[in-house]
């Protein structure tokens, strides 16, 4: 399967989990502008929308960010296909979603 990483120029399919805000925005904003290509997701279309206008300002590439639940197996295998079929393996994976439980 073919990636989309160019030899000279590298260009990187990255994964980024909980992008509609924090931390993983904050990646998935920096590593467009540093040209490479977003999959994100969370659960928020809203907030999903507003980071996929924010990202076509940055780049033309077709980032894709997707509505979903990484507490669904089957939700992140069906991303996993969708990346493969669109982008081949992905370089980078970075496994941000959570929340922050304090006090335990
Ligand atoms: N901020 C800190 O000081 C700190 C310190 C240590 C570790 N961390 C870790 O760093 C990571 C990011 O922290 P942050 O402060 O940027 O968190 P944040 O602002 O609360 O953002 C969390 C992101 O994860 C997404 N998310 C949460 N549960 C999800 C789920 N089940 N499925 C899909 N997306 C989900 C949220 O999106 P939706 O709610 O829209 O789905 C949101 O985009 C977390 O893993 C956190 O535990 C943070």
Request: aromatic letters at 2%; glycine letters at 8%; hydrophobic letters at 40%.
């Given at each position: 399967?073919?990636?989309?990483k160019?030899v000279?120029?590298?260009?990187?399919?990255i994964?980024?989990?909980?992008v509609?805000?924090?931390?993983?925005r904050?990646?998935a904003?920096?590593?467009a502008?540093?040209?490479?290509?977003?999959v994100g997701?969370?659960r928020?279309?809203?907030?999903l929308?507003?980071?996929?206008d924010?990202?076509?300002?940055?780049?033309?590439?077709?980032?894709?960010?997707?509505?979903?639940?990484?507490?669904s197996?089957?939700?992140?295998k069906?991303?996993?296909q969708?990346?493969?079929?669109?982008?081949?393996?992905?370089?980078?994976?970075v496994n941000n979603?959570?929340v922050?439980?304090?006090?335990?």
């Amino acid at each position: 399967m073919e990636c989309e990483k160019e030899v000279g120029n590298a260009r990187y399919t990255i994964i980024i989990s909980g992008v509609s805000k924090g931390l993983g925005r904050a990646l998935a904003l920096e590593f467009a502008k540093l040209g490479h290509i977003i999959v994100g997701c969370s659960r928020n279309q809203t907030k999903l929308d507003s980071l996929q206008d924010e990202l076509s300002t940055i780049s033309s590439l077709n980032h894709l960010l997707l509505n979903l639940d990484v507490r669904s197996n089957d939700s992140v295998k069906e991303m996993a296909q969708i990346v493969l079929h669109k982008m081949g393996f992905p370089h980078i994976v970075v496994n941000n979603a959570a929340v922050m439980c304090q006090g335990v």
